[in-house]
């Protein structure tokens, strides 16, 4: 039986950047927002925000979420977030000395449940410093709801590090007041490797990012404010420029990976046998594809049958954060839907070269007896 592992990551073959290296050699400049990460700052701007607000580059997803946060958080002592996510959003706001508070995800979307936060925005009041969201899997957050958080005084940093590629179907991604944080790691849709991005339609806020991704140094070089060295160098951004002249097309790829499990899933009449998806909302250039196993079962069942068929699947986020030591005894919300998702969750594999004879095998070894 042949092998079907989770991932199969594929960056951009050396000679896709060739000619960008071949520049670097010629400019002698290696990092500093040199001229390679200059374009593909503007490229992305271009290409993936309308043009409208700012980006700046980060050498990772949980250094731009810290970095954001230290940037945006007010006075207080919380970072509102979900526990359904991966440790770099709660490590993120513990860097900044904050305390993760948890609070439970809507059992159709698993993104945090806006009922919930509100009831804690109330409760906690002037002790929370940023409420920091997780579009789940890639899914559209209600930007709205988190833009009128912002309106409310209330500081909003998006863990968006499984989005970028997604179809948004609201346009007022260009104007959120926030930041988004996506991850460019090479397991991700855009993967480069190490690297991300910071969005956000406030300017200002990325000109502070930036700044604190250099040291805190201002146009005179000059140490203003809180930073670290959190700067891509002219090689990552080589590989970044030659992955957006093919990303449409990995876009396309990953979207009808997805289009097949859905397809699978009909014909094995998953929901009939009481499987679940997640109600995404926009079009999402998948990473890999979440499932849920009927209500009473257990992932782990599920992992060992497919282990059984050469197949390897994961279980993102099993165990929940505060599950797992480092973050056990953070306060939260009741977190019953977390409890119940995160012990149904199976991730199956995406990869870009995954034919669909090869996803029928695996939703046919979920249910086959
Ligand atoms: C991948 C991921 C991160 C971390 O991104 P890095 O670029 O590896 O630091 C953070 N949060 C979520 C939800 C992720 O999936």
New binding site residues.
């Given amino acids: 039986m042949e092998f079907i592992p989770f991932l199969k990551p594929k960056v951009v073959p050396r000679q896709y950047y060739q000619r960008y290296l071949d520049e670097i050699d010629a400019s002698r400049i290696y990092t500093n927002n040199g001229p390679l990460n200059k374009r593909f700052e503007k490229q992305i701007l271009q290409q993936y925000f309308n043009n409208e607000g700012d980006v700046v580059t980060v050498s ?6 810290l970095l954001a946060i230290s940037q945006q958080k007010r006075p207080g002592k919380y970072a509102l977030m979900p526990s359904f ?2 440790p ?2 709660p490590l993120s706001a513990l860097w900044c000395g904050l305390e993760p508070y948890y609070i439970d995800i809507d059992k159709d979307h698993w993104c945090m449940d806006e009922h919930m936060l509100e009831v804690a925005l109330e409760k906690l009041g002037d002790e929370v410093a940023v409420v920091v969201p ?1 579009a789940t899997f890639g899914t559209e957050l209600d930007l709205k709801y988190y833009d009128s958080l912002i309106q409310r005084g209330i500081p909003v940093v998006i ?1 968006a ?2 989005s970028f590629g997604t179809t948004m179907q609201e346009d007022n991604v260009f104007h959120f007041g926030g930041a988004m ?1 996506y ?3 090479a ?2 849709s855009f993967g480069i490797g ?3 991005i910071v969005y956000s339609g406030n300017r200002e806020l990325i000109q502070r990012i930036r700044y604190s991704t250099n040291f805190g140094f201002n146009e005179e070089r000059v140490s203003g404010q809180l930073g670290l060295n959190g700067k891509i160098s002219e090689y990552a951004a080589a590989v970044g420029l030659a992955t957006l002249d093919v990303f449409p097309e990995k876009i396309k790829i990953r979207e009808q990976i997805g289009e097949w499990y859905k397809e699978a899933w009909n014909k094995y009449k998953l929901a009939e046998a009481g499987w679940n998806f997640q109600a995404v909302k926009g079009k999402v250039a998948y ?1 890999f594809y979440p499932l849920l196993c009927p209500s009473g079962q257990e992932n782990q069942y599920y992992v060992n049958k497919l282990h059984a068929s050469a197949i390897q699947v994961r279980t ?1 986020f099993s165990p929940p954060c505060h599950r797992q030591k480092m973050f056990e005894l953070q306060p939260r919300t009741s977190l019953a839907v977390t409890e119940d998702i995160s012990r149904r969750i199976l991730s199956l594999p995406v990869w870009e070269d995954i034919s669909q004879e090869q996803i029928e095998r695996i939703v046919r070894s979920l249910i086959h007896e």
């Fill in positions: 990772n997803a949980t250094i731009g979420l996510t991966f770099a959003t997780y863990d590090a499984s944080v991850s460019f790691h397991t991700k190490e690297g991300g990473q993102y």
